[in-house]
């Protein structure tokens, strides 16, 4: 029996949505995450549509690279906070040492 070749793409941009809300799309990625799903919908639609069923996987696989630049951006966001974050601690250090504080 053969698969269904939409159902792998559809599932891979599933999964790939999941990850990018886990990795807090939403909030540092909205505009990418948003399209994502969108992309996702519409592929989901497609392949219900017998008419548009063979547009199902490029929209799923779009869904899925939007879903994963999503991510991307996210974990970059969240990185560059936390070296904002060490390098003001790195500063404060630095201070501390030249003023002579802290001993």
């Known amino acids: 029996m053969a698969q269904d070749p939409a159902a792998a793409d559809l599932l891979a941009a599933q999964q790939a949505v999941e990850r990018a809300d886990r990795a807090d799309a939403d909030q540092y990625a909205p505009d990418t995450i948003a399209l994502a799903r969108q992309q996702l919908e ?26 994963d630049l999503a991510r991307a951006q996210s974990e970059e ?20 040492l030249a003023t002579g504080e802290g001993h």
């Open 77 to 96: 966001a969240v990185a560059l906070a936390m070296l904002a974050q060490r390098r003001a601690e790195v500063e404060r250090l630095q201070r501390q």
């Open 42 to 67: 519409q592929a989901q639609r497609a392949a219900g549509d017998r008419r548009e069923r063979k547009q199902a996987p490029l929209l799923a696989q779009r869904a899925a690279v939007d879903a």
